[in-house]
Protein backbone atom coordinates (compact mmCIF):
# COMPACT_ATOMS: atom_id res chain seq x y z
CA UNK A 1 0.00 0.00 0.00
CA UNK A 2 1.02 3.92 -0.68
CA UNK A 3 0.37 6.39 1.93
CA UNK A 4 -0.20 10.27 1.37
CA UNK A 5 -1.51 12.52 3.51
CA UNK A 6 -3.49 15.79 3.24
CA UNK A 7 -2.28 18.08 5.96
CA UNK A 8 -3.83 21.62 6.75
CA UNK A 9 -5.20 24.18 9.24
CA UNK A 10 -9.06 23.21 10.49
CA UNK A 11 -11.31 25.00 7.80
CA UNK A 12 -9.28 24.53 4.86
CA UNK A 13 -10.97 22.15 2.70
CA UNK A 14 -9.31 18.67 3.72
CA UNK A 15 -12.39 16.60 4.09
CA UNK A 16 -13.88 18.46 0.85
CA UNK A 17 -10.84 17.60 -1.01
CA UNK A 18 -10.65 13.94 -0.10
CA UNK A 19 -14.15 13.51 -0.53
CA UNK A 20 -13.63 15.16 -4.26
CA UNK A 21 -10.03 12.95 -4.57
CA UNK A 22 -11.73 9.69 -3.92
CA UNK A 23 -13.95 9.04 -6.38
CA UNK A 24 -11.21 10.37 -8.96
CA UNK A 25 -9.00 8.05 -7.71
CA UNK A 26 -11.27 5.11 -7.92
CA UNK A 27 -12.64 5.89 -11.17
CA UNK A 28 -9.13 5.40 -12.19
CA UNK A 29 -8.93 2.19 -11.03
CA UNK A 30 -7.09 2.14 -8.01
CA UNK A 31 -8.51 1.02 -4.35
CA UNK A 32 -8.44 3.37 -1.83
CA UNK A 33 -8.73 3.56 2.00
CA UNK A 34 -8.39 6.10 4.48
CA UNK A 35 -7.51 7.02 7.82
CA UNK A 36 -8.81 10.15 9.25
CA UNK A 37 -7.61 11.66 12.26
CA UNK A 38 -10.48 12.71 14.60
CA UNK A 39 -10.51 15.07 17.79
CA UNK A 40 -10.78 14.14 21.03
CA UNK A 41 -14.59 14.30 21.48
CA UNK A 42 -15.38 12.02 18.79
CA UNK A 43 -17.05 9.52 19.28
CA UNK A 44 -18.88 7.18 16.06
CA UNK A 45 -21.38 5.36 18.92
CA UNK A 46 -24.29 6.55 20.29
CA UNK A 47 -26.12 6.21 24.06
CA UNK A 48 -29.33 4.08 23.49
CA UNK A 49 -27.69 1.82 21.09
CA UNK A 50 -27.08 -1.57 22.11
CA UNK A 51 -23.17 -1.41 21.06
CA UNK A 52 -22.79 1.57 23.44
CA UNK A 53 -24.21 0.21 26.02
CA UNK A 54 -22.06 -3.34 25.51
CA UNK A 55 -19.01 -0.83 25.80
CA UNK A 56 -20.43 0.91 28.79
CA UNK A 57 -20.74 -2.46 30.15
CA UNK A 58 -17.10 -2.75 29.48
CA UNK A 59 -16.17 -5.16 26.74
CA UNK A 60 -12.89 -4.30 25.49
CA UNK A 61 -14.21 -4.18 21.69
CA UNK A 62 -17.25 -4.07 20.08
CA UNK A 63 -17.84 -5.26 16.49
CA UNK A 64 -20.89 -4.31 15.01
CA UNK A 65 -22.12 -5.81 11.47
CA UNK A 66 -24.49 -5.85 8.86
CA UNK A 67 -25.60 -6.82 5.47
CA UNK A 68 -23.80 -3.52 4.23
CA UNK A 69 -20.79 -2.71 6.47
CA UNK A 70 -19.19 -3.97 9.90
CA UNK A 71 -17.15 -1.67 12.58
CA UNK A 72 -14.93 -2.47 15.24
CA UNK A 73 -14.72 -0.69 17.91
CA UNK A 74 -11.89 -0.69 20.51
CA UNK A 75 -11.49 1.09 23.83
CA UNK A 76 -8.22 2.36 24.88
CA UNK A 77 -9.54 2.22 28.64
CA UNK A 78 -6.69 4.84 29.49
CA UNK A 79 -3.95 2.88 27.61
CA UNK A 80 -1.81 5.14 25.02
CA UNK A 81 -3.39 6.40 21.40
CA UNK A 82 -2.74 4.21 18.59
CA UNK A 83 0.01 5.15 16.26
CA UNK A 84 -0.53 5.96 12.37
CA UNK A 85 1.80 2.81 12.11
CA UNK A 86 -0.30 0.36 13.93
CA UNK A 87 -3.75 1.82 12.50
CA UNK A 88 -2.50 0.95 8.69
CA UNK A 89 -1.73 -2.27 9.87
CA UNK A 90 -4.97 -2.78 10.68
CA UNK A 91 -6.45 -1.57 7.27
CA UNK A 92 -6.70 -4.55 3.94
CA UNK A 93 -4.72 -4.15 1.24
CA UNK A 94 -5.39 -1.23 -1.11
CA UNK A 95 -3.47 1.02 -3.58
CA UNK A 96 -3.19 3.75 -1.78
CA UNK A 97 -3.96 5.24 1.60
CA UNK A 98 -5.23 8.47 1.91
CA UNK A 99 -4.88 10.37 5.42
CA UNK A 100 -6.50 13.12 6.95
CA UNK A 101 -4.49 14.60 9.68
CA UNK A 102 -1.66 13.11 11.84
CA UNK A 103 -0.10 16.61 10.02
CA UNK A 104 3.57 16.10 12.42
CA UNK A 105 3.36 12.52 11.06
CA UNK A 106 7.14 12.16 8.33
CA UNK A 107 4.69 10.62 5.44
CA UNK A 108 4.27 12.23 2.01
CA UNK A 109 1.69 15.35 2.44
CA UNK A 110 0.20 17.57 0.16
CA UNK A 111 -1.10 21.07 1.78
CA UNK A 112 -4.53 22.11 1.69
CA UNK A 113 -4.14 25.98 2.43
CA UNK A 114 -6.72 29.22 2.63
CA UNK A 115 -5.14 32.51 2.77
CA UNK A 116 -8.68 33.16 4.38
CA UNK A 117 -8.11 31.36 7.38
CA UNK A 118 -5.18 33.18 8.41
CA UNK A 119 -3.01 30.52 9.52
CA UNK A 120 0.34 30.10 7.84
CA UNK A 121 1.61 27.74 5.32
CA UNK A 122 2.53 24.60 7.27
CA UNK A 123 5.24 24.09 4.04
CA UNK A 124 7.50 25.97 4.92
CA UNK A 125 8.57 24.04 8.13
CA UNK A 126 7.43 20.32 6.81
CA UNK A 127 9.75 18.59 4.59
CA UNK A 128 7.56 16.45 3.69
CA UNK A 129 4.56 18.19 2.46
CA UNK A 130 5.69 18.15 -1.59
CA UNK A 131 2.72 20.46 -2.80
CA UNK A 132 0.18 22.80 -2.15
CA UNK A 133 -3.15 22.85 -3.14
CA UNK A 134 -5.19 26.43 -2.72
CA UNK A 135 -8.32 28.49 -3.54
CA UNK A 136 -5.95 31.14 -4.53
CA UNK A 137 -3.26 29.56 -6.96
CA UNK A 138 -2.14 32.83 -8.07
CA UNK A 139 -1.58 34.88 -4.91
CA UNK A 140 0.50 32.00 -3.39
CA UNK A 141 4.33 31.18 -3.46
CA UNK A 142 5.96 28.13 -1.70
CA UNK A 143 8.87 26.62 -1.86
CA UNK A 144 6.45 23.69 -3.31
CA UNK A 145 4.28 23.28 -6.24
CA UNK A 146 1.22 25.30 -5.81
CA UNK A 147 -1.86 23.60 -7.40
CA UNK A 148 -5.66 25.42 -7.39
CA UNK A 149 -7.67 23.47 -5.03
CA UNK A 150 -10.61 22.64 -7.12
CA UNK A 151 -8.18 21.23 -10.16
CA UNK A 152 -8.61 17.32 -8.89
CA UNK A 153 -7.60 15.50 -11.73
CA UNK A 154 -4.20 17.65 -11.53
CA UNK A 155 -3.72 17.05 -7.41
CA UNK A 156 -4.62 13.17 -8.36
CA UNK A 157 -1.86 13.48 -10.76
CA UNK A 158 0.47 14.15 -8.37
CA UNK A 159 -0.05 11.97 -5.39
CA UNK A 160 -0.67 9.17 -8.05
CA UNK A 161 3.61 10.03 -9.74
CA UNK A 162 4.73 10.86 -6.35
CA UNK A 163 3.25 7.30 -4.95
CA UNK A 164 4.88 5.71 -8.25
CA UNK A 165 1.58 4.33 -9.08
CA UNK A 166 0.71 4.18 -12.94
CA UNK A 167 -2.55 4.73 -14.82
CA UNK A 168 -4.73 1.81 -13.34
CA UNK A 169 -4.83 -0.02 -9.92
CA UNK A 170 -2.75 -2.68 -8.28
CA UNK A 171 -4.78 -4.11 -5.38
CA UNK A 172 -2.40 -5.62 -2.98
CA UNK A 173 1.27 -3.10 -4.08
CA UNK A 174 4.09 -3.26 -1.20
CA UNK A 175 3.85 -0.45 1.28
CA UNK A 176 6.01 2.31 0.56
Known amino acids: MKLFGLAGWSGSGK ?44 AREVLVSSANRWVL ?26 V ?13 YRPAVGKPMLCADDPFIVALATDRPGDVTARVPVLDLDDVPAIADVILAHCGLGQGGADGAAFG
Open 15 to 58: TTLMARLIPELTGRGFSVSTLKHAHHAFDVDQPGKDSYRHREAG
Open 100 to 112: EGFKRHAHPKLEV
Open 73 to 98: MHELRGAPEASMEELLARLSPVDLVL
